[in-house]
């Protein structure tokens, strides 16, 4: 319904425009009455009208002055339209309506289609100012979303292209900004390490916002659903990290750039707030960063393959202790939080691929109490900090550590695997594997594969490797066997194959290892001589 408000300090005439409208235009009006200007101007305070029509001279404020007001306080697409009642024709009112835009001009007594016609006339301009009212609104949201695409696609680049820095300027309405600017880079993680709705978390922060001393210009999630805010002064985003602690939003992480002036600053202060944002993942106690608080010199390692490596080994032993100081030497927490974040992001990849992956992989992961923190530990942006992720990790080793260690043992007691290790170690020179030496301790294939491997730490094939290789090495320090006799003295084809296990094992051909350890031995012997 139209909001129509009727100003007159006669009331017979109040009461009877308002009985003529209504019957004329059932349910289209919802019509409230003012008996002067001051009593109109309190009640659109409190609820604006659509549609105004309002006696000239009235006590205390006069009809014109009611304009005045209205028109001067209301925004130019909320104005209302007026329709002045007179019982002067005045040529001084007509020139303050026209001056006012008012609508009509009707001279008292009022006649009722003189009425009806200057109504109908305002409900198609009230039609006409909606529907442009809409197009606006379309086109402005058009034009803000291709202006939010635009600076996604330009913060996308790893190094940014100033080519068309015009058209580009333009397109973002650069020239509407507050300067100096600055960006702020913000997510949310729950304790829990859950995410809020995108969406909801930007109206959020918007809401927050507003009642602060400063100017939002753009606001729009990222093409990594970060929340961007480019606004001034960087004041603003200070109060609302405190404003998020007065609410229990503990999960916000912000990062901030410095301040910027020119459109090509607009892309590194957008890279700069980004950085702050990841390295605050860093400090458990930080959860805003400045891009200058950034330590310039950040130390990048190598990442050591060979400690990841050494990890998995010690997995399912007595060594926590020792896998815990591993763990602490791999990601360098000594060193936190100076270790360059790309490479902690780099050796977690590594631990979850080559360590856990293998794991529950060879182990299963139905069989695992753990699988959720597994499935968690997997990406590190599962987590609030760098601290939650590695206590995390840490407890998701030591327990599968104990999980496999509990395997090994109850796998260890049965006698079979035991016979077969025996049965390798006697018979290493014949031509044996696997379906020989399973048949050979009565056990189902598969399960003889896995049970093996659980208690030995290794696969089957390496295992016997290991057992001809070391007993070869004991061949050729005893005399001067050729190569092809030691070969298949231990259960090998022929020389070739033989040179190449051991080659693959120890690193060095046998001719080499003979040569070593007995050049070392004679060394020896002449140092105790002398």
């Known amino acids: 319904m139209r909001k129509m408000l009727i100003v007159d300090d006669e009331k017979n005439i109040r009461l009877g425009l308002k009985t003529m409208i209504e019957r004329e235009f059932p349910e289209l009006y ?17 609820e604006r009208a659509d549609i105004v029509i309002t006696d000239i001279r009235m006590p205390i404020m006069d009809g014109i002055e009611l304009i005045k007001r209205i028109t001067k306080e209301a925004e130019p697409e909320q104005k209302p339209i007026f329709i002045i009642l007179s019982g002067y024709d005045d040529f001084a009112y007509a020139k303050a309506a026209i001056e006012y835009q008012v609508k009509d001009y009707l001279l008292k007594p009022i006649r009722r289609d003189e009425l009806f016609e200057s109504l109908r006339k305002s409900e198609n301009t ?8 809409e197009r606006v609104a379309v086109s402005d949201t058009y034009r803000e ?75 729009f999630l990222d093409s990594e659903s970060k929340l961007v805010l480019i606004g001034s002064p960087a004041l603003q985003f200070e109060e609302l990290f405190k404003q998020a602690g007065v609410r229990e939003l503990d999960g916000l992480r912000m990062g901030v750039s410095a301040e910027g002036n020119e459109i090509e600053e607009l892309f590194h202060c957008y890279k700069q707030a980004s950085e702050a944002l990841q390295y605050s993942f860093l400090y458990s106690n ?42 602490k030497l791999i990601f360098h927490t000594e060193d936190l939080p100076n270790v360059d974040i790309h490479y902690l992001r780099l050796v977690g990849k590594r631990i979850n691929e080559q360590v856990l992956d293998e794991v529950f992989r060879i182990y299963g992961e139905e069989s695992i109490e753990v699988l959720k923190l597994y499935r968690k ?46 049965y390798i170690e006697q018979n290493y020179y014949r031509p044996l594997n696997m379906a020989v030496v399973s048949n050979y301790v009565g056990l189902n294939y598969s399960y003889f594969s896995e049970a093996f491997k659980a208690h030995s730490g290794e696969s089957f094939v390496l295992f016997l490797k290991k057992v001809r290789i070391r007993k070869g090495k004991e061949l050729l320090l005893e005399g001067n066997q050729k190569m092809q006799e030691i070969g298949s003295a231990i259960g090998f084809e022929n020389s070739k194959q033989f040179s190449r296990v051991f080659k693959e094992l120890e690193g060095i051909s046998p001719q080499e290892y003979r040569i070593k350890v007995r050049s070392d031995a004679s060394q020896g012997q002449a140092s105790i001589k002398e």
């Open 126 to 133: 009230l039609q006409a100012q909606a529907e442009l009212a």
């Open 30 to 46: 919802d019509i409230r009455t003012a008996i002067h200007g001051e009593d109109a101007l309190t009640q659109y305070h409190h």
């Open 377 to 422: 530990v997997g990406n590190m942006d599962n987590f609030r900090s760098f601290h939650d992720y590695y206590r995390s990790l840490e407890l998701l080793l030591l327990s599968v550590n104990d999980y496999i260690r509990g395997i090994r043992s109850a796998y260890s007691e049965h006698s079979e695997i035991k016979a077969a290790v025996a």
């Open 286 to 327: 930080c959860r805003m960063l400045r891009h200058e608080d950034i330590r310039a010199k950040r130390r990048d390692y190598k990442v050591p393959d060979e400690e990841i490596r050494k990890l998995g080994n010690m997995l399912g032993t007595d060594r926590e202790r020792e896998v815990q100081e591993l763990l």
């Open 145 to 219: 979303q291709l202006r939010i695409n635009l600076l996604k696609e330009w913060f996308r680049q790893d190094e940014p292209s100033f080519d068309g820095m015009a058209e580009l300027e333009s397109k973002i309405r650069f020239d509407q900004m507050t300067l100096p600017f600055t960006v702020a880079v913000l997510n949310y993680k729950s304790e829990s390490g859950d995410s809020m709705n995108k969406e909801e978390f930007k109206l959020l922060v918007e809401k927050m916002l507003e009642p602060m001393n400063g100017a939002l210009d753009v606001s």
